[in-house]
């Protein structure tokens, strides 16, 4: 469904990924760890076109760009078939919870406003926020702040969600409502590629782990493979094991 083959990306002198290689099926939850400036979020921003990386491949539903060549007009198709939810939420204050999942409907995509609250309404129930359609991000806590932006992700009925780290700026006791809704998404056929620090829902969660480090990937398999039998030392240091054979 997704291949990215060779993408680099540097900030000035500061080479940010040097040549990362990731494949994606669909259905698949592949779970991008590593330590803080492992380039974690730079590969999922490039991956979506919000940084522009320097050179690669990029393959999505069997037709292949080039990240050098890419054009403005190919980028907005591919956005159309994709989500990203953010650290941050990124939602409109001024606007309710069900405007702030329409919005994108009606503006980006033309939809008739009665359409798209219907659409909006039945996705904020699918993430538990049903009772809080008309409330402001300023009345909502952090996680329920992000199950909208998961409600406005899922409105348009993308093929591949990206999350960039969706629960870091959670405080941990909102954490697990935000990951409930993430699990039901997967088991429903989701698919999903997550940049996160959760290691229980890697584990439990994810059919494929990616672990980063200084901009490579250092590691890859499945879940069990990855948290069970690590082959590289650096893996084995970074989930706490004991690094001697």
């Known amino acids: 469904m997704l291949e990215i083959h060779n993408i680099k990306k540097s900030f000035g002198s500061l080479e940010v990924l040097k040549g990362v290689d990731l494949r994606v099926q669909k259905g698949d939850v592949v779970a991008i760890l590593g330590p803080s400036g492992s380039g974690k979020t730079t590969l ?5 076109f919000l940084e522009k990386a320097d050179s690669g491949s990029f393959t999505f539903d069997g037709q292949e760009f080039s990240y050098e ?14 989500a990203f939810v953010f650290q941050n939420y990124n939602l409109f204050q001024n606007k309710t919870a069900l405007q ?24 904020l129930d699918k993430v ?11 009345q909502l806590s952090g996680g329920q702040q992000q199950r909208v932006a998961i409600a406005r992700a899922l409105a348009t009925d993308p ?36 940049v996160t620090h959760e290691m229980s829902f890697a584990r439990e969660v994810s059919s494929q782990v990616i672990f980063m480090e200084h901009g490579q990937v250092v590691e890859a398999g499945t879940a069990r493979e990855f948290f069970n039998n690590p082959r590289e030392a650096r893996t084995r240091a970074f989930l706490g094991m004991d690094s001697e054979e």
């Open 159 to 194: 093929e591949i969600i990206y999350f960039d780290e969706p629960t870091s700026a959670l405080d941990p006791e909102l954490i697990g409502e935000v990951l409930e809704v993430m699990r039901s998404l997967a088991k429903e056929g989701m698919t999903m590629l997550v």
């Open 44 to 48: 999922l921003r490039c991956i979506n």
């Open 69 to 82: 060549a890419i054009r403005k007009k190919e980028i907005a198709r591919l956005r159309k078939k994709t």
């Open 100 to 123: 702030n999942v329409t919005e994108g409907l009606v503006i980006g995509r033309k939809m008739k406003k009665e359409q798209a609250e219907e659409i909006g309404r039945r996705m």
């Open 128 to 138: 538990g926020m049903g009772e809080r359609y008309d409330y402001y991000p300023g």
